[in-house]
């Protein structure tokens, strides 16, 4: 399609020009790597006093990942943003009176949503990778030559991005920003690890995007029986965001706008 | 050239447009006049495919707005000037709009020029006044140089200047052969600005005329008649009745008469034997006809003003009115542009405090009675 190519350079501009949206990248960014770094620290400090049995199960790539629990919040916001910022000021209308093929500027807003928070999160898994090893010392340290771990960084990255295209495609189905935070951010941060952590709904837990996309990011063997590996993990949050972004979708060129 | 045939439009068991079928042509400023909630603005969200009609069709030159091949150079629309991001820049926001449509950015700086934007363009607009908010909303909508233009309610927050400087640009733009559709709930401010009126009531079509022929249509002229003594004025009421006028008692103890010439009533006070003191001719304002003529169809809660109670005929017309063209039920109401019978005076007779000071002119002071100003939701 011949204006494709401007639909992204206008979506371009929506970004770049909108502070609020730009920050929360940057909140991404310095809390995943700071959280990631204390957390480091901490396991140092402290790891001589750990079972023998969690001693053998540390996995030092995943333990530099553990700020995403909180960082993911930040992409979760910036995916929400980016889509809801077109609803709560009406701008959607304006926007589809220029663009009245509804799905080529819904591709063009996800895919240069979506670039952006891949650079993003790559740089913070780089970073978080590299800072916690360094903080970690070298007796506890991996190194990105051992195996699995080169897959865990690129993972993590990945993972950051799908949490942010989750987030906009549920945005695109709720348009309103309150609505999408507040099933979101409690969802990911809240009620997904309850469920994971009671023995009942643990089974299902698996199956959710983060529990299942977070595979990714370990590179010891964790104990569970989990049916699927990190890429297949990978793969079921692939399953969602493509399912949330369909919906997203049907709801754009359907419902008035 | 905007043509809507049939356009229907339900949110549920709610019909906010019913049966709209019109033609918007090109050179001219085509005003589209309904008090508020009668679904101008859905009307014109359905001219855009913004909102799919559940009945009918639009079209923007000879197309559904979806499928028209260039839709931004063709169309531009002003449909709220809200709608921007309070953190970009007034630059910035066009740009944004402009690379959207393909439209070369260095057009950003020549509508910012034209609409008196140029020095606050690298502002963040969350800081702009109402009118500059106006101004941008109508730039976005000349960004693509098109031949039709829809301005959902312009003149909204501007200054008598800026109010000024609308108008001459509607003019203009139609004076280039532009198709230019203009709504407004002002039939002041229609009657300076636009050659031709669609004017809608709860949804549906009353009138779609040139502006000239509404105003000889519905400026009717009445007689003030006061009697030197107020005890004649019963009497003289009841023999002006009986003569087949319509006989209204104004605020300040005159009598409204509708239907007979001067040289009559005249005539019949005298032969009663009753004075005179005053017996004046007067026109009806535009604002007053086009109240008359969407009256009924404004909301069914005006007859909740409880001034308005007092009186039993203007509430039966309001309300018989409002039953009439119901369209919840789905039954077609009555004959699009019927005209309503000549005792559409009566609400004013119900408001006393503005009855007696009718403006005179057509494009005087708009009025705000109850009727009118009523918000209204449940068309939305």
């Given amino acids: 399609m011949a204006n494709t190519g401007r639909v992204v350079r206008s979506e371009w501009t929506k970004i770049r020009s909108v502070r609020s949206t730009l920050w929360t990248l940057a909140a991404a960014v310095v809390v995943t790597v700071g959280l990631g770094m204390l957390i480091c620290l901490l396991v140092r400090n402290t790891f001589d006093d750990l079972s023998a049995r969690d001693q053998v199960a540390f996995d030092p790539t995943m333990t530099s990942f553990a700020g995403m629990t909180l960082g993911q919040l930040a992409a979760i916001a910036f995916g929400i943003l980016v889509i809801s910022n077109e609803y709560s000021t009406g701008m959607i209308r304006a926007s589809l009176g220029a663009v009245p093929q509804r799905g080529v500027l819904m591709a063009a807003k996800v895919a240069v949503a979506t670039v952006l928070v891949l650079i993003v999160g790559m740089i913070i898994a780089v970073a978080s990778y590299f800072a916690g090893q360094a903080i970690l010392g070298s007796s506890l340290s991996s190194s990105i030559g051992d195996p699995g771990v080169l897959r865990a960084v690129v993972g993590a990255g990945l993972y950051m991005t799908l949490i942010a295209v989750f987030a906009m495609g549920v945005t695109w189905i709720l348009r309103s920003p309150m609505l999408a935070f507040g099933i979101l951010i409690p969802f990911f941060f809240m009620i997904s690890s309850i469920l994971s952590a009671v023995a009942a709904t643990r089974k299902i837990s698996y199956w959710l995007p983060d529990q299942a996309g977070s595979m990714i990011m370990s590179v010891v063997e964790p104990v569970n029986d989990r049916p699927y590996g990190p890429w297949g993990g990978m793969a079921v949050m692939g399953a969602w965001v493509v399912a949330v972004l369909l919906a997203g979708y049907l709801v754009l060129k359907r419902r008035d706008a | ?380």
Avoid at chain 2, 229 to 235: E, I
């Fill in chain 2, 1 to 380: 050239m905007i043509e809507a045939v049939g356009l229907t439009k339900s949110y549920g068991s709610k019909t906010a447009v019913y049966n709209l079928s019109f033609q918007v042509r090109p050179g001219r400023v085509t005003g589209f006049l309904g008090p508020n909630g009668a679904g101008k603005s859905t009307t014109m969200r359905m001219i855009l495919g913004l909102d799919t009609p559940t009945g009918g069709s639009v079209t923007v030159a000879g197309h559904p707005y979806r499928k028209l091949p260039n839709a931004p150079r063709t169309v531009g629309a002003l449909l709220d000037a809200g709608a921007k991001h309070g953190g970009r820049s007034a630059r910035n926001h066009l740009l944004s709009l402009a690379q959207l449509s393909g439209i070369p950015a260095s057009r950003v700086h020549e509508v910012l020029e034209i609409v008196g934007l140029r020095e606050v363009a690298g502002r963040r607009s969350a800081g702009f006044s109402l009118g500059m908010g106006q101004r941008l909303g109508i730039a976005a909508a000349m960004l693509g140089d098109p031949q039709v233009l829809l301005f959902d309610e312009p003149v909204n927050g501007l200054d008598p200047e800026g109010i000024r400087w609308v108008r001459d640009l509607m003019k203009r733009l139609a004076s280039e052969g532009r198709t230019v559709f203009v709504s407004s709930h002002l039939m002041s401010e229609m009657a300076l600005t636009a050659d031709h009126l669609i004017v809608i009531g709860r949804g549906q079509l009353m009138a779609d005329m040139p502006v000239r022929d509404f105003i000889v249509q519905n400026s009717t002229s009445f007689a003030r008649v006061r009697t030197a003594d107020a005890a004649h004025q019963g009497s003289l009421a009841a023999l002006l009745t009986e003569a087949g006028g319509q006989v209204l008692p104004e605020q300040d103890g005159a009598l409204k008469v509708i239907g007979l010439e001067l040289p009559r009533i005249s005539d019949l006070a005298y032969g009663a034997d009753v004075r005179l003191w005053e017996l004046s001719p007067h026109h009806a304002s535009l604002e007053e006809a086009y109240m008359r003529m969407t009256q009924g169809a404004v909301d069914f809660r005006s007859s909740d003003d409880p001034r308005g109670a007092g009186s039993g005929e203007g509430m039966g017309m309001g309300a018989g009115m409002g039953a009439g063209s119901a369209m919840g039920a789905g039954t077609p109401g009555p004959p699009p542009g019927a005209q309503p019978p000549p005792g559409g005076y009566a609400p004013h007779a119900g408001y006393p405090p503005h009855a007696g000071h009718a403006p005179l002119q057509p494009g005087g002071m708009p009025q705000q009675p109850p009727t009118y100003a009523q918000p209204q939701e449940n068309a939305r």
